[in-house]
């Protein structure tokens, strides 16, 4: 049975349920009341505090009263509909809820998976499995799920949030630069396997490790010291380069075309440094302005997009990948003209030892 808890900030407006966040924020909350009343309820959510505003509001829940903060009130999404009850007449149901829980954050690889908690168990890891494979940087395999729930459980990667309602919800933040750490380190412990064990399994949850052995963090020490002692010794005896052409230098040219800060680079998931070639850019991005049909954003989307779905589905290792793509050659007179093209995705160090990725043709190097 549903539970009406009252809002003392604002007469006429209740809530059936809600959900927070680890900041306290309002991850998920359903507001029912009069129409007037809860827009006049939303509306105090964008005014200063002087002019009647709100950051945060009660909620007496029957276990007590519970503060719940607003957040960023640009952050969240609404949708409402009509309740039709004997007693009050009409009303207006509204959920409010985080825009991630709709629309992941692919570039800082955040989600939030709302369920109902009648929801089975088996159906809601299901769901959560497909949302972490689509938020991760690196191929998961699905043999892995259990380890791999465990060990973002326990870094809190995934967080099951507090609340009271018929929903629940796990919030879900990855950090890239510790994942493949993570991946690495349970890899050589034998936690995660490639092929399978005596058992028939590619698991060994046993085996996990939450960060690398001391031994194995010395041991890349001591090698990153002895290439940069080796270095210096070949400069010693050979001298430095008298020039050395950099990415920087090739984007700066016009030979590379850096597409980092695009949407389109950060909605297909990059989220690292990405650079197309001068002939990629041309042939299968540039597209005239009097032909319509196409144009640069929608065909740079499909190379991006493309470039991260193989990187996320490809079983090889390595520094090179090769991948498809349906275009229009950019001197078509239709769009009717798709013709499928393969391109190479070269993923290696920057001028600085960061990790950047360049996509060329096939016989560009």
Avoid at 48 to 61: A, K, N, W
Avoid at 107 to 131: G, M, S
Avoid at 245 to 250: D, I, W
Wanted: charged residues 25%.
């Amino acid at each position: 049975m549903t539970t009406l808890m009252k809002i003392p900030d604002v007469n006429e407006v209740f809530t059936d349920g809600f959900l927070i966040d680890d900041t306290g924020s309002i991850a998920f909350l359903s507001l029912i009341g009069r129409d007037t009343a809860i827009q006049e309820f939303r509306a105090r959510w964008s005014l200063p505090v002087s002019q009647g505003g709100l950051i945060d509001f009660q909620v007496e829940t029957p276990d007590g009263t519970v503060r719940l903060s607003l957040g960023n009130p640009e952050s969240l999404e609404f949708l409402s509909g009509r309740l039709q009850t004997k007693i009050f007449g009409n009303l207006i149901q509204v959920f409010v809820y985080k825009d991630i829980a709709q629309k992941p954050d692919f570039a800082n690889r955040k989600a939030l998976q709302l369920f109902r908690r009648i929801e089975k168990v088996q159906e809601v890891e299901a769901k959560l499995w497909t949302l972490i494979k689509s938020l991760s940087p690196l191929p998961l395999l699905d043999e892995w799920k259990e380890v791999i729930f465990s060990l973002f459980k326990k870094k809190d990667w995934i967080k099951a949030l507090p609340g009271i309602g018929e929903l629940s919800a796990h919030a879900v933040s990855i950090p890239e630069n510790e994942l493949e750490t993570l991946l690495k380190a349970n890899i050589q412990s034998g936690a995660l396997l490639a092929a399978k064990n005596e058992a028939g399994k590619l698991i060994d949850p046993e085996k996990s490790v939450l960060a690398p052995p001391q031994c194995l963090v010395d041991l890349q020490e001591e090698l990153d010291d002895t290439f940069k002692e080796t270095e210096e010794n070949i400069h010693e005896i050979f001298g430095k380069p008298i020039s050395v052409y950099t990415r920087s230098q090739a984007i700066e040219d016009g030979f590379l075309v850096d597409v980092s800060k695009t949407s389109e680079a950060k909605e297909s998931g990059f989220v690292v440094p990405v650079a197309l070639t001068r002939e990629v850019w041309d042939n299968y991005v540039a597209w005239p302005s009097d032909i319509g049909g196409q144009d640069e954003k929608g065909r740079l989307w499909d190379v991006l997009y493309m470039a991260h779905h193989a990187i996320k589905t490809s079983k090889a290792n390595g520094e090179q990948l090769l991948y498809k793509l349906n275009c229009v050659p950019h001197d078509s007179k239709t769009c009717s003209d798709a013709t499928e093209v393969t391109l190479k995705l070269v993923s290696g160090p920057g001028d600085n030892g960061e990790h950047v990725i360049t996509i060329m043709k096939p016989n560009e190097s």
